[in-house]
Nanobody, 126 residues
Framework: QVRLVESGGGLVQAGGSLRLSCAAS????????MGWFRQAPGKEREFVAA???????????DYADSVKGRFTISRDNAKNTVYLQMNSLKPEDTAVYCC????????????????WGQGTQVTVSS
C-alpha cells in the first residue's frame, strides 16, 4: 500500500483558487493511477479527477463534469506528489478532498483504489 498525506485545504471565497497536494510514499508512484475524490456533508463520496497512464507511457487526465475547465490535476514523480489546482471555486465545491492511489490503470472505471489519504477540508464561502 501507498501512504498518502494531503495538504493545502482551507477557506476561500467564491471565485478564488486553492492548490491541494498529496504526498505519497512508495517507489511505484510514477506507475500508479492517482485520483482526487471529495465528500460533502450528507453526500456520497464523488470522483473529482484522476491522473494515470496508458500503454506507451502516455499520461492522461480525467475529470468529473462538474469541475472540467476549473480544476487541473498534475503530478511530480520526482517529488512523489500529485496536485489538484482548483480555480473559480464555487460554494458547492465545499467538501473534504481525499487523494487515492491505485495500481490498476483502469481504476477510474473499475473503482479498485488501493490506498486513501485522510483528506483535507476545502470550504468555499459565498
Amino acid at each position: 500500500q501507498v501512504r498518502l498525506v494531503e495538504s493545502g485545504g482551507g477557506l476561500v471565497q467564491a471565485g478564488g483558487s486553492l492548490r491541494l497536494s498529496c504526498a505519497a510514499s512508495g517507489r511505484t508512484f510514477s506507475s500508479n493511477t492517482m485520483g482526487w475524490f471529495r465528500q460533502a456533508p450528507g453526500k456520497e463520496r464523488e470522483f473529482v479527477a484522476a491522473h494515470g497512464w496508458r500503454a506507451g507511457s502516455v499520461y492522461y487526465a480525467d475529470y468529473a463534469d462538474s469541475v472540467k475547465g476549473r480544476f487541473t490535476i498534475s503530478r511530480d514523480n520526482a517529488k512523489n506528489t500529485v496536485y489538484l489546482q482548483m480555480n473559480s471555486l464555487k460554494p458547492e465545491d465545499t467538501a473534504v478532498y481525499c487523494c487515492a492511489a491505485a495500481t490498476d490503470r483502469r481504476a477510474v472505471v473499475s473503482g479498485t483504489w488501493d490506498s486513501w489519504g485522510q483528506g483535507t477540508q476545502v470550504t468555499v464561502s459565498s
